[in-house]
């Protein structure tokens, strides 16, 4: 009996004993690779920080990470010949410098403002002026007005300074007032603090927000009213005038960010003037970044045929920019005898491209994808300067955790996910795959070895990118697209060899106004993208719709490719088994059966082939995007007013005669939904108003199931009740009660019916964190400063 018990006991020890010797080995072997893993902890403490339900105190947020670094660094110098302790150290310090940082970063930023409930007069200053495409073709553009530095004109603000946030303001159709950056504005608008996420665990305005500097956006109810130009207003304070209220002198950030922004959209006109239509939005995306004009239906081909990336200025249009300017440096000083002899024209060559790529950075707007790839850049140069291999995961490395440094938020970030991760496993691929093809493709010589070497190099590329961001692209926007190496077999030797270098020269030549050939010539290679866009996303099957990626499938795939990409030796294929779980993760988590608009006035009851939506919000749009995307499934619009049932019979509406009431029956569970305040019966009209949508404590109980009428049959045996208006006394038995006050408190929510009845909240109590709006949307208020102060 004790020999038999014991064995497995036995050889659970011996792994314990084996596994740290097994693990200090592969270690080992890997030494030189354990410095990438420092941008990954770095990053991993920062999720870890934003993930957080409730803001850390001092203890927890300062105190707690500090003395985990300080005893993992003690650790480390008592046990320096460990190299198990050692990494374990690493790690730890990484995680919490990702903490402190994401910390710091998010308390560094201003508050954000309550906004005016009503219409306003505000003055400001233009930072942009953007151009979006029409909803219904054929009509003018929608015009965006970013407005920086805004004073609101009323009696509690009046002398406040000027808020450190900027507004973002939809012009009125037909507005057609000239507004350059920098001009001092007034206008009247309706405005609006950010919305709150559509569903829990789904895309947050109010993060990105907090972020971005931005308080809020709006609609005008006037047209626009310059007070004052840059330049008439820079003349006035050189001549000791006094500036406008609350608006600060020009300083030279503002003056240059202001020119900038004149130059951009002096641009955008000028292309759009030469290239009407989608191929003028799209040229004007790559060559100064304004991508508003794009149609949605252009953005749809775009990103179902796997060329969205095309769309987001980013290393590939770095690295094609830079490669012109180095190819023709490197002619001209090869050209020149003296400079071919005596200077090293390659790190010369390298570095003009490199600061030519710093000005196309800034033309298109310094998106964080361009900063990641001219930070790549700038060691590609340094390496090629001191005769080092120029492109490195080192190199990599070392432009993640800059970035990572200065903005921590943008771990949790579609952007710096993709590029990150394309980037790593073109390198990753090229140091594995390189050795074992090159041989391969030198038999074949000639024409022929030339493109098939460029073939496969980009099918190769392409593969790897997109292999690499499939993860990503589930986890943000719930698609697959199969053929993208199809499509970019064709798209992406167009950018390189045509597209590009056209456009290229086009910027050389508009300060002389030759231009417009080069402009016109490139609108025939994007003709072309844009056709191949169109016909790739129309084939069947382009585009694959997935359900929500939790959090937890996200990071999985994402360590797994970590795992797999920095690692060179055997057990990186374990990452695999990370990449898999996580892309399956969709389809694993449960997946709500309900879901509540954020202002409660919504429905969504998940079906076998749609998204059932019943009510209005004034947020419906994007609410019903969010829910299609989130649950793979597309949107219809059912009246709960009329009796219907659904083919499965889950979903039944008008049961008994009485509109807008349904019944939801789903794994052995039924809910009741009432979709509009349930009509008094015979009663006075003190009975009537006790049953109004904001009366919560009476109520006609003969009509709301308390005690018969119609619904009592229905809350009798329900398992929870959902209403778009405030309780009364609807169903008051009932276990699950959501209504307008629960959304009011808690945003969002989500009702899962598998197993127990289960509620998911966007907002749950308690929770608390800088960018989190207070129930109703409420912020810090705007009152004015103390006599004393």
């Known amino acids: 009996m004790l020999r038999a018990g014991g064995r497995p006991a036995r050889i659970v020890a011996g792994w314990l004993v084996l596994l740290p010797i097994l693990l200090s080995s592969l270690l080992a072997a890997e030494q030189r690779r354990l410095?990438?893993?420092?941008?990954?902890?770095?990053?991993?403490?920062?999720?870890?920080?934003?993930?957080?339900?409730?803001?850390?105190?001092?203890?927890g947020g300062v105190l707690g990470p500090l003395g985990m670094s300080c005893g993992a660094v003690m650790a480390a110098l008592w046990f320096r010949h460990r190299l198990g302790v050692r990494v374990i150290a690493g790690g730890c310090v990484s995680l919490a410098a990702g903490f402190l940082l994401a910390a710091q970063t998010t308390h560094r930023q201003p508050p954000m403002p309550e906004l005016p409930r009503r219409a306003v007069e505000i003055s400001g200053v233009a930072r942009a002026i953007t151009h979006a495409a029409p909803v219904v073709a054929g009509s003018p553009d929608i015009r965006w007005l970013e407005l920086g530095a805004p004073v609101f004109h009323t009696y509690l603000?009046?002398?406040?300074?000027?808020?450190?946030?900027?507004?973002?303001?939809?012009?009125?159709?037909?507005?057609?007032?000239?507004?350059?950056?920098?001009?001092?504005?007034?206008?009247?608008?309706?405005?609006?603090?950010?919305?709150?996420p559509a569903?829990?665990?789904?895309?947050?305005?109010?993060?990105?927000?907090?972020?971005?500097?931005?308080?809020?956006?709006?609609?005008?109810?006037?047209?626009?009213?310059?007070?004052?130009?840059q330049e008439t207003g820079s003349e006035a304070e050189a001549a000791g005038g006094i500036p406008s209220p609350g608006l600060a002198p020009w300083t030279f950030a503002a003056r240059w960010s202001t020119w900038l922004e004149g130059l951009r959209t002096r641009m955008d006109t000028r292309i759009r003037a030469v290239l009407p239509g989608d191929s003028g939005a799209v040229a004007s995306t790559l060559l100064d970044g304004k991508s508003e004009s794009i149609a949605p239906a252009v953005r749809e081909d775009f990103a179902a045929s796997g060329l969205a990336?095309?769309?987001?200025?980013?290393?590939?249009?770095?690295?094609?920019?830079?490669?012109?300017v180095m190819g023709v440096c490197r002619f001209l000083l090869a050209a020149w005898e003296f400079a071919a002899l005596r200077w090293p024209t390659k790190a010369l060559s390298a570095l003009v491209a490199w600061l030519a790529g710093g000005v196309y950075v800034l033309l298109t707007g310094a998106h964080l994808p361009a900063q990641r790839g001219w930070l790549m850049a700038g060691?590609?140069?340094?390496?090629?300067?001191?005769?080092?291999?120029?492109?490195?995961?080192?190199?990599?490395?070392?432009?993640?955790?800059?970035?990572?440094a200065v903005q921590p938020q943008v771990v949790t970030g579609v952007v710096f996910q993709m590029s990150m991760a394309a980037v790593m496993a073109l390198i990753a691929g090229y140091e594995s795959l390189q050795p074992r093809l090159a041989p391969w493709l030198g038999r074949v010589t000639g024409v022929w070895g030339w493109l098939l070497g460029h073939v496969s190099g980009l099918a190769l590329v392409s593969l790897l990118a997109g292999c690499a961001t499939l993860p990503v692209v589930m986890a943000h926007f719930g698609v697959v697209e199969p053929y993208f190496v199809l499509a970019n077999l064709v798209a992406v030797p167009l950018m390189a060899v045509w597209i590009m270098p056209l456009g290229l020269l086009a910027v050389c030549c508009m300060p002389v106004h030759a231009d417009a050939w080069c402009l016109r010539l490139m609108g025939l290679g994007l003709r072309c993208v844009l056709w191949m866009a169109h016909?790739?996303?129309?084939?069947?099957?382009?585009?694959?719709?997935?359900?929500?990626?939790?959090?937890w499938g996200l990071a999985i795939a994402l360590l797994g490719l970590c795992w797999l990409c920095l690692w060179r030796r055997g057990w990186r294929w374990l990452g695999c088994v990370g990449l898999v779980l996580g892309m399956l993760s969709p389809w694993l988590a449960p997946r709500p059966d309900l879901l509540v608009s954020p202002d409660g006035d919504m429905l969504g009851i998940r079906g076998p082939d749609a998204v059932l939506v019943m009510g209005q919000s004034r947020d419906g749009g994007a609410v019903e995007k969010a829910w299609a995307q989130a649950l793979g499934l597309p949107v219809r619009t059912v009246s709960p007013q009329t009796a219907?049932?659904?083919?499965?019979?889950?979903?039944?509406?008008?049961?008994?005669?009485?509109?807008?009431?349904c019944l939801l029956i789903r794994h052995g569970h039924e809910i009741v939904l009432v979709l509009h305040p349930p009509p008094p019966s015979e009663g006075t009209g003190a009975q009537a108003d006790?049953?109004?949508?904001?009366?919560t404590e009476g109520g006609n109980a003969g009509n709301t199931g308390a005690d018969g009428g119609p619904l009592a049959a229905l809350c009798a045996g329900a398992d929870g009740v959902v209403s778009t208006a405030r309780f009364g006394l609807i169903c008051p038995t009932a276990p699950l009660r959501l209504d307008r006050t629960a959304t009011w408190w808690q945003g969002a929510q989500a009702v899962f019916l598998s197993g127990q009845v289960r509620v998911l909240a966007a907002r749950p109590y308690g929770a608390s964190r800088p960018w989190m709006l207070r129930p109703g949307g409420h912020a810090t208020p705007l009152l004015p400063l103390a006599q004393a102060e």
Request: proline share 11%; charged share 15%.
């Open 35 to 59: 410095v990438l893993w420092v941008p990954v902890g770095v990053a991993a403490g920062a999720w870890g920080y934003f993930a957080l339900p409730v803001e850390p105190g001092l203890a």
């Open 157 to 196: 603000t009046e002398d406040m300074q000027p808020l450190p946030r900027t507004l973002r303001l939809r012009l009125r159709e037909g507005d057609t007032t000239p507004i350059t950056p920098g001009a001092r504005l007034r206008v009247r608008a309706v405005l609006r603090p950010p919305p709150d």
């Open 199 to 229: 569903l829990p665990g789904g895309r947050d305005p109010q993060f990105e927000a907090w972020f971005s500097g931005l308080a809020g956006s709006g609609m005008l109810l006037a047209p626009v009213k310059i007070e004052a130009t």
């Open 309 to 324: 990336h095309l769309l987001a200025v980013a290393g590939l249009h770095l690295g094609l920019v830079m490669a012109v």
């Open 379 to 404: 060691v590609v140069v340094l390496g090629l300067a001191t005769q080092r291999r120029p492109v490195s995961m080192r190199g990599l490395a070392l432009a993640g955790f800059a970035l990572e």
């Open 535 to 551: 016909t790739v996303a129309h084939w069947p099957g382009a585009k694959l719709a997935v359900p929500l990626m939790p959090g």
């Open 644 to 661: 219907f049932q659904t083919p499965d019979g889950a979903l039944t509406c008008g049961e008994d005669g009485v509109p807008g009431i």
């Open 690 to 695: 006790e049953m109004a949508p904001g009366n």
